[in-house]
C-alpha cells in the first residue's frame, strides 16, 4: 500500500534532506486536511493526500515514520493576490503544473507563469506506520 504525502518547499529549504525514489526516509508526518491543497492541486488529487510532512514540531510530538520514496513530483501554480484583501497571495486554480522528478532537494528549476509550492510524494510504509 502506498501513501501519498504532501512536502513544502520551505520546509526542504529550510532544513530537509534531498531525497528521491528507492530512498528510505524518516518524517514526522501530520494527517493532512484535503480542502487545504484542493485550491493548489485539484478536488480530485488533494482527496489522496493522506500526510503533510512536518519539520518545525507542530505537530503532537509523533514518532518519525520511515517511508521509502517510490515516486516525487514537483507542484507549480500561479498565484494572485487573494481579493480577500491582507495582500496575501494564493493558488489560482487550474493553473497547476506537475512535473516528476528523479531528486527533490526544495529547489526547482524555474517555470514561466508559475511558482513552485512543494512537492507530493508516493511513498510505501516500511514496517509499522501509516497505511499500514
Known sequence: MTVTVWVDDWQMQCCGESFGPGDVVSWELIEADPEDYADL???????????????????AGDAPVALEVVGVDEVHCRYEVSSRGGGVSEP???????????????????????????????ARPVGEGPGR
Open 41 to 59: 492541486v485539484g478536488d480530485e488529487v488533494a482527496a489522496g493526500i493522506g500526510f503533510r510532512e512536518e519539520h518545525h514540531g507542530q505537530g
Open 92 to 122: 489560482v486554480p487550474g493553473t497547476t503544473e506537475f512535473v516528476p522528478v528523479e531528486r527533490a532537494d526544495g529547489w526547482a528549476k524555474t517555470r514561466a507563469g508559475v511558482r513552485f509550492a512543494g512537492y507530493l510524494v508516493t
